[in-house]
Each structure stands twice: as C-alpha cells, then as structure tokens.
C-alpha cells in the first residue's frame, strides 16, 4: 500500500481506534478488513494500527493476529493467542510428557477465546498447538495499566490435535512481528506525549512568555522528536529487510525513544502531567508495559553487546 | 544506470583496481590524506564512476544521486578515502549546479569531480559562528564586480583551495538575512590570506582566511545578489545527506576495525550495544534521507535531525575506541594508535562543526516542532 489508498487506510483506521477499544475494536477491524490487509501488506497493516492504538490510546487483541499470522496458524478471530511473559523472548511454554506447561500473557481476547495458540520448547524443537483455554488458569492483571487488559495465563494443557513442528526460526519470526507491532504502539504513544508537551508548552505563560520560548524547553522537545524519529527510521528498515536482528534493535529504540518522550514530556507538562486529570499519564503507564514485553530496550542492547563481542563481528549494515 | 549495477560495476572496478588506487605513501598527515583524495577521484572519474549521479551540464553521466551515495560509501568501506575531507565535493557541487551560470558550473565542477581542484567554504567569521545570519565580511559592489574586505575563520582545506564559496554582507549591516549574497571566489588572488589552525586532533583542517580589497568578477555570483541566504540554506542540508552516509560508512568501518584488534573483555556489553544501534539508527535515518534526495525532494531543515544523530553515533564509536584501546590512544606512538588517537579527538567536534548541536536542536525546535520563536 501506498499514497493515496495508504491514507484512505490510515485515517479509516484512525477512526476506528478513536471510537472504540477492547473487544468493539476488535470486531470494527474485522469490519474493515484489516486481516485481510495484514495477509497482504503486514508492515502497513501492523504500522498504521498500532501507530494509533498508541496515539489514541486505545486497545485490541490485534497482537493475537499478527502473531498467528506470522506462524501461519491464522489468524481466527475466535483463537487467543499465549504471549511470553513479561520481559521474555522464549516461547511461553515447554513440553513435559504429553502436557503443555504454559506460562505467559494475554491480551483481552484470551478471556473470552474457547481455544488458544501456544507455542512450546521441546528437546527437539519448538512445536505449535491449540489447547483449550479452559485448561488454563487465567488472572486478570491490573497494574501500572489496568486499561490494556492484559492476563496472567498459566497451567498444564493437553493439545487438541496432533502437535506441529515449527521450523527453525519460525518463533524468531513471530516474535520480531510482535516485537515491531509493539514498537510502533510505542511510537504512537510518544507522538501522542510530544503533542501534548508540545500544544502546553505554547499556551503556558511564565514570565510573561510561553515556555516554549526556553531553550531547555525547546531542546527537551527536540530531543524527543530525534528519539522518534531514529526509532522510525528503525522500524522502517526492519520491515524493508525482514531481519531479526534489525527488528530487535528497533524494538530496543523504540523503548528508548517512549523512555525519553515519557521524561522530556513529563518535566515540561511538570504538575498539570502528573494529575490523571491530563492524558499523559496513561500514556506513560502504556509505554512501560509495551517496553518490556518481548524483551526491553536495556535487554535488548546488553545482549546485541554480547552477541557482537562474541562474534567480534558487526551485524551486516543497512543496504542503500 | 541502476544503484544494483553501478553497485556491481564499481565493487568489481575496485578489485581490479586495488593497487593504482590504494596509497602510496603512509596517510599520517593532512597533506597525504589530501593526496590520496586527489589520487583517487582522478582514478574514479577518469573510469565514469565519479561522474555518475551529477548532471551533464556539469560535465556528469547522469543518474540517481544515490550512486554518488553509493561511490563514497564504497571507498570510505575500503579506506581509499577520509570522508571528511571528501565531504567537500558533496557539499559544494550541488550548490555551483543550482546557482552558478552555467557555464561557470560547466567549467568548475568538473575540476572538483576530477580532484584537479579543492574548494572550501567560507561561512563562519569570528564574529559569527551559530549566528550565521550576523556575518561581517563586507562585499562593495563595482562595475567589473565587487570587492571584498573582512574575515572567515574555521574554514576547512582553505591552505589546498583554488576556490572558495563565499559569504558576504552587500546590504547594511542591520539588513542580517536578507543582506547577504554568496560568490564564488579565486583563492590565488591578491588580498587573500590564508593562515593554517592547529588543532587538538593534529591537522591542520582549517584555517583563518583573510580578504584585504579582493576583487570577484560579477560571472562569479552565485543566484542573486542578495540571495546568500537562500544558497547557504540549500548548501547546508547538502552537507547533512550524501555525506553523512560516507561517514556512516566510515564509522561502520572503524568500529569492526576495533572488534578486529580490542582485546577480549576490554568492552563492556551494554556501551558496545548502545553504539551499534546509535549506528544502525543513524544509518537506517541517513538512508531514507537518501531515498529523499533521489526522489527529487527538496531537502530542509529535517537533515539536522540526520546531523544529531550523526554526532551521536560518531562520539559513541569513539568513546568505545578510547574505553578499548586506552592504552594505543593514550600512549601510543605508532602509525595506527595515532590514527586512533585523532580520530577520537577529531569526534570530539561531532557536535560542534558543520552547526553544533545546540543550532540542531534550535532549528528543529522551531521548525519542525513549530514553538515559534525563542526570544
């Protein structure tokens, strides 16, 4: 997708984000044909939805899908999908005898899915199947931000069906789609702060000037948008490529970038953005969830670090 | 000709050609890096490749700019050039194509492409570093032309220039941006004065040059008299594209030659993967800048986001060099700890030359974060 049929999606999209969350926009999506667009055109199907799920902010259990997706198991909108647990990159369950120990996250959907897709280590590789979700203990977690939804799910399973075997790398594969969804969440999330910052700093007069007009105003902004911007510009290349490695380290900038809008735009909306009568801090409260799932930007980077020195060996550079 | 075959066409011209092309003599001085420049365009114009990406009316072949992109990246990768000083080409080229009369484009860029000539560039006086806007340096309109009196100061390779892209006051002194118009002038002439800077990192980069009643023919305006302003904000995002991909390269570079030779434990995990993304970001945003430019768009003020970015990632590099070879950058007298060591200390002005980063921030704070004015 590009031009102008690009921006008749965006803004269809945008619109259904700002109406509705959870459940209602999960069944406006199906509506739209956003699944649909995700079979053909992953990266703007996953970059403009979740840019707005992060702008708005809103949710869906849209995760679900683009993680069935990229294991091509899906999507179906009535399967939920197991999440690794916070911080985690591992898939979220083993294989232990003829059972599933599962331990992970969920979106909103996993509540109310009869079914749900885990993926399991094994000793001879990762396998895929579908348990039923009653099987499975799932909590309801509140938290820094009760407004995601998000579920503790733990338990033993047994899986309906025969188990598939996942090729190697297939995991890899998903979790860098799941990686870039939340990254661009993250960036709509920061758009979102930057806004805010920004529109206060114009209208807020001190000293018979808005504080727009100081320079450790203005460079607290700047600062912000190069952070963004260096994230974009990362995920871009992560879905012009199709690498892991680019994936994660856009995933880890994207971290940084929402980590750096949370302060700067913090300390410049100073009182008025630490009321939960302002927006931002749910904004805040998102991007600390959204940073650490699939891995944080600190985990992310200490561990390119070890695997550069241990290869002494720079990852293959970003083609013209 | 397409970025896949120009790509497959050079790789194999410089393995054939390594030889001819690599240096002759050691590159410990300015004077040699100089040299080599000059070597080295000579060979890759002579061959077709300097000429792509430039117009025929300047004596080009035509094409994207991203072979130009493409063509410095490849032998700053293989350490043919300094991309510093390489970047001059980038930077003034463009600006004679855009706003020369086109004969004197025809006759100059050439030159310069061909490495028969250096140019420089002089923008900033003593007076006037950030505030480019405030310049001094006085250009009294005659008939055969104008003759200028005044001073420029931080001007690179000014010492090799046969040319130089001028700055100059034709209105009062209180006309600041409109009052200004850029001129290409003769370095040989009477009047001009160059005197080399020495600096921290060891070479003498850039100088103090001195106009004392110089005379510049009216063929050697560039755009409008009074139109300085316009030049010098097309000039700037120049120096902010095609060359900060040479310097990605360039940083891409160094940074595997420090795996190559730092000794097991000497890094630390965390810092060597905050430098490689700052590279990967820095290179991943100067791409899509170069994507921009081959579209045709204009580019702007969004290049300094390109030039913080591009600071950043050169200081990082050069922390890790210092943090992993202490004791070659510090105590080192050999051809390769010097080489560590000036390139360290020549990062330490990532931030300040070509805008610091505080004129980076300012203009993206008011330009692209539309707060208005600061005052």
Same mark, same amino acid.
């Given at each position: 997708?590009?031009?102008?049929?690009?921006?008749?999606?965006?803004?269809?999209?945008?619109?259904?984000?700002?109406?509705?969350?959870?459940?209602?926009?999960?069944?406006?999506?199906?509506?739209?044909?956003?699944?649909?667009?995700?079979?053909?055109?992953?990266?703007?199907?996953?970059?403009?939805?979740?840019?707005?799920?992060?702008?708005?902010?809103?949710?869906?259990?849209?995760?679900?899908?683009?993680?069935?997706?990229?294991?091509?198991?899906?999507?179906?909108?009535?399967?939920?999908?197991?999440?690794?647990?916070?911080?985690?990159?591992?898939?979220?369950?083993?294989?232990?005898?003829?059972?599933?120990?599962?331990?992970?996250?969920?979106?909103?959907?996993?509540?109310?899915?009869?079914?749900?897709?885990?993926?399991?280590?094994?000793?001879?590789?990762?396998?895929?199947?579908?348990?039923?979700?009653?099987?499975?203990?799932?909590?309801?977690?509140?938290?820094?931000?009760?407004?995601?939804?998000?579920?503790?799910?733990?338990?033993?399973?047994?899986?309906?069906?025969?188990?598939?075997?996942?090729?190697?790398?297939?995991?890899?594969?998903?979790?860098?789609?799941?990686?870039?969804?939340?990254?661009?969440?993250?960036?709509?999330?920061?758009?979102?702060?930057?806004?805010?910052?920004?529109?206060?700093?114009?209208?807020?007069?001190?000293?018979?000037?808005?504080?727009?007009?100081?320079?450790?105003?203005?460079?607290?902004?700047?600062?912000?948008?190069?952070?963004?911007?260096?994230?974009?510009?990362?995920?871009?290349?992560?879905?012009?490529?199709?690498?892991?490695?680019?994936?994660?380290?856009?995933?880890?900038?994207?971290?940084?970038?929402?980590?750096?809008?949370?302060?700067?735009?913090?300390?410049?909306?100073?009182?008025?953005?630490?009321?939960?009568?302002?927006?931002?801090?749910?904004?805040?409260?998102?991007?600390?969830?959204?940073?650490?799932?699939?891995?944080?930007?600190?985990?992310?980077?200490?561990?390119?670090?070890?695997?550069?020195?241990?290869?002494?060996?720079?990852?293959?550079?970003?083609?013209? | 000709?397409?970025?896949?075959?120009?790509?497959?066409?050079?790789?194999?011209?410089?393995?054939?050609?390594?030889?001819?092309?690599?240096?002759?003599?050691?590159?410990?001085?300015?004077?040699?890096?100089?040299?080599?420049?000059?070597?080295?365009?000579?060979?890759?114009?002579?061959?077709?490749?300097?000429?792509?990406?430039?117009?025929?009316?300047?004596?080009?072949?035509?094409?994207?700019?991203?072979?130009?992109?493409?063509?410095?990246?490849?032998?700053?990768?293989?350490?043919?050039?300094?991309?510093?000083?390489?970047?001059?080409?980038?930077?003034?080229?463009?600006?004679?194509? =855009?706003?020369?009369?086109?004969?004197?484009?025809?006759?100059?860029?050439?030159?310069?492409?061909?490495?028969?000539?250096?140019?420089?560039?002089?923008?900033?006086?003593?007076?006037?570093?950030?505030?480019?806007?405030?310049?001094?340096?006085?250009?009294?309109?005659?008939?055969?032309?104008?003759?200028?009196?005044?001073?420029?100061?931080?001007?690179?390779?000014?010492?090799?220039?046969?040319?130089?892209?001028?700055?100059?006051?034709?209105?009062?002194?209180?006309?600041?941006?409109?009052?200004?118009?850029?001129?290409?002038?003769?370095?040989?002439?009477?009047?001009?004065?160059?005197?080399?800077?020495?600096?921290?990192?060891?070479?003498?980069?850039?100088?103090?040059?001195?106009?004392?009643?110089?005379?510049?023919?009216?063929?050697?305006?560039?755009?409008?008299?009074?139109?300085?302003?316009?030049?010098?904000?097309?000039?700037?995002?120049?120096?902010?594209?095609?060359?900060?991909?040479?310097?990605?390269?360039?940083?891409?570079?160094?940074?595997? =030659?420090?795996?190559?030779?730092?000794?097991?434990?000497?890094?630390?995990?965390?810092?060597?993967?905050?430098?490689?993304?700052?590279?990967?970001?820095?290179?991943?945003?100067?791409?899509?800048?170069?994507?921009?430019?081959?579209?045709?768009?204009?580019?702007?003020?969004?290049?300094?986001? =390109?030039?913080?970015?591009?600071?950043?990632?050169?200081?990082?590099?050069?922390?890790?060099?210092?943090?992993?070879?202490?004791?070659?950058?510090?105590?080192?007298?050999?051809?390769?700890?010097?080489?560590?060591?000036?390139?360290?200390?020549?990062?330490?002005?990532?931030?300040?030359?070509?805008?610091?980063?505080?004129?980076?921030?300012?203009?993206?704070?008011?330009?692209?974060? =539309?707060?208005?004015?600061?005052?």
């Amino acid at each position: 997708m590009e031009g102008d049929e690009l921006e008749l999606f965006s803004r269809t999209l945008g619109a259904a984000a700002e109406a509705h969350s959870g459940a209602a926009l999960d069944a406006a999506l199906v509506e739209l044909g956003w699944h649909e667009a995700l079979a053909d055109d992953p990266g703007a199907a996953v970059s403009v939805l979740f840019e707005h799920q992060g702008r708005v902010p809103c949710t869906s259990s849209a995760l679900d899908d683009v993680v069935t997706q990229a294991l091509g198991a899906g999507p179906h909108q009535d399967m939920a999908v197991v999440l690794p647990w916070l911080g985690r990159a591992e898939p979220p369950a083993r294989r232990d005898g003829g059972h599933l120990v599962v331990e992970g996250l969920g979106t909103n959907r996993l509540l109310g899915a009869e079914t749900a897709l885990v993926v399991a280590q094994g000793p001879a590789g990762d396998v895929a199947a579908v348990v039923k979700t009653s099987e499975l203990a799932a909590r309801p977690v509140r938290g820094i931000d009760p407004a995601l939804g998000l579920s503790a799910v733990s338990g033993a399973a047994t899986a309906l069906g025969p188990l598939s075997a996942l090729h190697p790398g297939d995991w890899t594969e998903a979790l860098s789609r799941g990686r870039l969804a939340a990254g661009h969440e993250m960036v709509g999330a920061s758009t979102a702060m930057l806004e805010l910052a920004r529109r206060h700093a114009l209208e807020r007069v001190q000293f018979g000037r808005p504080i727009a007009a100081f320079q450790a105003v203005r460079h607290r902004l700047a600062d912000t948008l190069v952070a963004l911007e260096s994230a974009r510009a990362l995920l871009d290349a992560a879905w012009h490529e199709e690498s892991a490695g680019t994936a994660a380290m856009a995933k880890a900038a994207c971290g940084g970038a929402a980590r750096t809008a949370s302060r700067h735009c913090q300390q410049v909306l100073a009182g008025t953005g630490f009321t939960t009568e302002h927006p931002l801090h749910r904004y805040i409260r998102r991007v600390l969830v959204l940073d650490e799932l699939f891995g944080s930007a600190r985990s992310l980077t200490a561990e390119l670090g070890r695997e550069v020195l241990a290869r002494r060996r720079l990852p293959t550079p970003i083609p013209l | 000709m397409e970025l896949a075959a120009f790509r497959t066409a050079l790789d194999q011209w410089l393995d054939e050609h390594g030889d001819a092309l690599a240096p002759d003599r050691p590159q410990d001085t300015l004077d040699e890096h100089m040299a080599q420049l000059a070597k080295v365009k000579r060979l890759t114009f002579d061959a077709g490749f300097m000429r792509f990406g430039w117009s025929e009316r300047v004596g080009g072949l035509g094409g994207s700019p991203l072979l130009r992109a493409y063509l410095g990246e490849a032998l700053t990768t293989r350490d043919l050039v300094e991309p510093g000083i390489y970047s001059m080409t980038e930077t003034l080229a463009p600006t004679m194509v =855009d706003y020369a009369a086109p004969a004197l484009a025809a006759e100059m860029v050439p030159r310069l492409l061909r490495g028969d000539e250096t140019w420089c560039q002089g923008f900033s006086e003593p007076g006037t570093g950030s505030n480019l806007a405030a310049l001094a340096c006085r250009a009294v309109r005659e008939d055969s032309g104008w003759r200028v009196t005044g001073q420029k100061v931080w001007t690179s390779l000014a010492q090799y220039a046969q040319r130089c892209v001028l700055l100059v006051r034709t209105g009062p002194v209180e006309s600041a941006h409109g009052g200004i118009t850029a001129l290409f002038a003769d370095m040989e002439r009477p009047g001009i004065t160059v005197r080399p800077i020495d600096t921290l990192h060891g070479g003498p980069e850039f100088c103090e040059v001195f106009f004392d009643d110089v005379v510049v023919p009216t063929g050697r305006l560039l755009g409008q008299e009074g139109q300085g302003w316009s030049v010098a904000m097309d000039l700037l995002p120049h120096e902010r594209s095609t060359a900060l991909w040479h310097k990605a390269a360039f940083l891409q570079r160094r940074l595997q =030659d420090l795996l190559d030779t730092v000794a097991e434990e000497a890094l630390d995990p965390v810092q060597v993967g905050e430098t490689v993304q700052l590279l990967a970001a820095f290179r991943a945003r100067s791409r899509a800048t170069q994507h921009q430019l081959a579209a045709g768009e204009r580019l702007g003020p969004e290049t300094s986001v =390109d030039k913080v970015l591009a600071a950043g990632a050169e200081q990082a590099v050069f922390d890790l060099v210092e943090a992993g070879l202490a004791v070659e950058v510090l105590l080192g007298d050999g051809s390769s700890a010097s080489r560590w060591r000036s390139e360290y200390l020549f990062s330490r002005a990532a931030t300040i030359y070509g805008g610091t980063s505080e004129i980076q921030r300012n203009i993206i704070a008011r330009r692209l974060l =539309d707060l208005g004015d600061d005052r």
